[in-house]
């Protein structure tokens, strides 16, 4: 069994054998006497009692984030919304916790855990395992508090899918908040280099950085900014993924090689800037330093602020983002956010928090969270609704990022993914600073998460 098995089931061999005890050290039980019965006959069929169905009626939801700034300013906006409007008058009481993971387990443990909590899937995946979750299936298929046909294919299926347990097909919770890993590019420097459009393949990337990297004028052809979340992105736009969706590494898979392999290439060409400031890579796109830079979609109004000459309000340059190029037949958009998860309390408590999960589902609430935030839509038909038009038509590069949603994966629903990844990005970060061969890389990561799994 793999370590990650290991840590699914730390009692499963244990079990058995104190079972195994149990029964062989068991007195066999004598035989007694006992009145003969007589068998029901199918006039007389025996009485079942359906359980009660659940009532959200005048529940109170506690409800557990760590959100701050704008996003818990919406939050409570539309949590206030469902309070004054929902029909079953369910209350609402929104908790902030610094540390959030510790305190769920804690207040599990003592019986009095959240009814909802948002925080990312992969701590998410951690209560799933101390079956501490309430997946979403049921709920969505309610006949009666379930989504309707129509509002569910108008979600993007990353929304449901994005967060899923063990791999299988019940989503641990809603996924939204979206932010996608992008190429962002310099549209007028490219059109000077002859290309049509963004690079999608990753030769065509390389000789574009190439053509662009000039050693006297200080330009280099792209930004590397060390970053997690890019390492599996770019793992990903060659067919790849940190882990296989059981849950095991693949740090030495052929595509995260490949991956490192093509950051590596663009080291050894000159082109490739390792730019690990915050904001430092965003800097060298708007001073026209550099064409390409990948980074998240959280920063397009950064970039947009970044290029916007302040004397004539318009941008110094026309830019524009794009998916990582990639093998596949179409995109791998990596895309990460946070997840709205119902914890195992009594049937109408959940009963209650699916329907505050519903609530962020409606297209108003969803427009509202897109226009506070700067996330990407969950809905197919948002950017054509009244409350984004104007917003699409006023910052082009975001409905470019928005229409990518529909070509979205994310990372599998398992706890130890943070570590997995904070040891890719220190693997690519060697590679990039040209301490470390890919293979050479890819083994010290490798062996580190063996021995933080086996400990």
């Given at each position: 069994?793999?370590?990650?098995g290991?840590?699914r089931h730390?009692?499963?061999?244990?079990?058995?054998?104190?079972?195994?005890?149990?029964?062989s050290?068991?007195?066999?039980p004598?035989s007694?006497?006992t009145a003969?019965?007589?068998?029901?006959?199918?006039?007389?069929p025996?009485?079942v009692?359906?359980?009660?169905?659940?009532?959200?009626?005048g529940?109170?939801l506690h409800?557990?984030h760590?959100?701050?700034?704008a996003?818990?300013?919406?939050?409570?906006?539309?949590?206030?919304?469902?309070?004054a409007?929902?029909?079953?008058?369910?209350r609402v009481?929104?908790e902030?916790?610094?540390?959030?993971?510790?305190?769920?387990?804690?207040?599990a443990?003592?019986g009095t855990?959240?009814d909802?909590?948002?925080?990312l899937?992969s701590?998410l995946?951690?209560?799933?395992?101390?079956?501490?979750?309430?997946?979403?299936?049921p709920?969505?298929?309610?006949?009666?508090?379930?989504?309707?046909?129509?509002?569910a294919?108008?979600?993007?299926?990353?929304v449901?899918?994005g967060?899923?347990?063990?791999?299988?097909?019940?989503?641990?919770?809603?996924?939204?908040?979206?932010?996608?890993?992008?190429?962002?590019?310099n549209?007028?420097?490219l059109?000077?280099?002859?290309?049509?459009?963004?690079?999608?393949?990753?030769?065509?990337?390389?000789?574009?950085?190439?053509?662009?990297?000039?050693?006297?004028?200080?330009?280099w052809?792209?930004?590397?900014?060390?970053?997690?979340?890019?390492?599996?992105?770019?793992?990903?736009?060659?067919?790849?993924?940190?882990?296989d969706?059981t849950?095991?590494l693949?740090?030495?898979?052929?595509?995260?090689?490949?991956?490192?392999?093509a950051?590596?290439?663009?080291r050894?060409d000159?082109?490739?800037?390792?730019?690990?400031?915050?904001?430092?890579?965003?800097q060298?796109?708007a001073?026209e330093?550099?064409?390409?830079?990948?980074?998240?979609?959280s920063?397009?109004n950064?970039?947009?602020?970044?290029i916007?000459?302040?004397k004539?309000?318009i941008p110094?340059?026309?830019?524009?983002?794009?998916?990582?190029?990639?093998?596949t037949?179409?995109?791998?958009v990596?895309?990460e956010?946070l997840?709205?998860?119902?914890?195992?309390?009594?049937?109408?408590?959940?009963?209650?928090?699916w329907?505050?999960?519903?609530w962020?589902l409606?297209?108003?609430?969803?427009?509202?969270?897109?226009?506070?935030?700067?996330?990407l839509?969950?809905?197919?038909s948002?950017?054509?609704?009244?409350?984004?038009?104007?917003?699409?038509?006023?910052h082009?590069?975001?409905?470019?990022?928005?229409?990518?949603?529909?070509?979205?994966h994310?990372?599998?629903?398992?706890?130890?993914?943070?570590?997995?990844r904070?040891?890719m990005s220190?693997?690519?970060?060697?590679v990039?600073?040209?301490?470390?061969e890919?293979?050479?890389?890819?083994?010290?990561?490798?062996?580190?998460?063996t021995?933080?799994?086996?400990?």
């Amino acid at each position: 069994m793999s370590a990650f098995g290991r840590l699914r089931h730390p009692i499963g061999k244990s079990a058995l054998a104190l079972a195994i005890a149990l029964c062989s050290c068991a007195p066999l039980p004598t035989s007694t006497p006992t009145a003969t019965r007589p068998a029901p006959t199918a006039t007389t069929p025996a009485t079942v009692i359906p359980a009660p169905s659940p009532n959200a009626a005048g529940s109170e939801l506690h409800v557990w984030h760590s959100l701050s700034g704008a996003k818990e300013a919406s939050l409570r906006a539309i949590v206030e919304s469902f309070v004054a409007q929902n029909p079953e008058q369910i209350r609402v009481r929104l908790e902030y916790h610094v540390d959030l993971q510790t305190e769920v387990l804690t207040a599990a443990s003592a019986g009095t855990p959240p009814d909802l909590v948002i925080t990312l899937c992969s701590e998410l995946a951690l209560f799933a395992s101390h079956g501490l979750v309430a997946t979403l299936g049921p709920y969505l298929q309610d006949p009666t508090y379930g989504l309707g046909g129509e509002q569910a294919a108008d979600l993007w299926p990353v929304v449901l899918q994005g967060c899923l347990k063990d791999g299988g097909d019940q989503p641990l919770g809603m996924l939204f908040d979206l932010q996608a890993q992008l190429l962002y590019y310099n549209a007028a420097w490219l059109k000077r280099l002859k290309p049509d459009t963004a690079p999608t393949s990753w030769d065509n990337l390389r000789t574009l950085c190439n053509s662009a990297h000039d050693k006297k004028a200080g330009t280099w052809g792209v930004a590397f900014d060390g970053s997690s979340l890019s390492v599996s992105a770019w793992i990903a736009s060659l067919g790849g993924s940190l882990l296989d969706k059981t849950g095991q590494l693949s740090l030495a898979s052929p595509e995260t090689n490949a991956a490192l392999t093509a950051l590596n290439d663009l080291r050894r060409d000159g082109c490739l800037l390792c730019s690990y400031e915050p904001g430092a890579a965003r800097q060298e796109l708007a001073s026209e330093k550099i064409p390409f830079v990948f980074g998240s979609s959280s920063e397009l109004n950064s970039y947009r602020e970044a290029i916007l000459n302040p004397k004539t309000n318009i941008p110094r340059f026309a830019w524009d983002v794009a998916p990582f190029p990639f093998v596949t037949s179409e995109p791998a958009v990596m895309v990460e956010g946070l997840t709205m998860g119902i914890l195992r309390t009594s049937p109408n408590q959940q009963l209650a928090a699916w329907l505050l999960v519903k609530w962020f589902l409606e297209p108003q609430n969803d427009a509202y969270w897109v226009l506070a935030t700067g996330s990407l839509p969950l809905h197919r038909s948002a950017l054509e609704s009244s409350e984004l038009k104007q917003y699409v038509e006023e910052h082009p590069q975001y409905l470019t990022a928005a229409r990518l949603v529909a070509y979205a994966h994310t990372e599998p629903a398992v706890s130890v993914m943070p570590m997995v990844r904070s040891l890719m990005s220190t693997a690519a970060r060697a590679v990039c600073q040209g301490q470390a061969e890919p293979q050479q890389a890819l083994l010290a990561a490798d062996t580190a998460a063996t021995t933080i799994l086996n400990r």
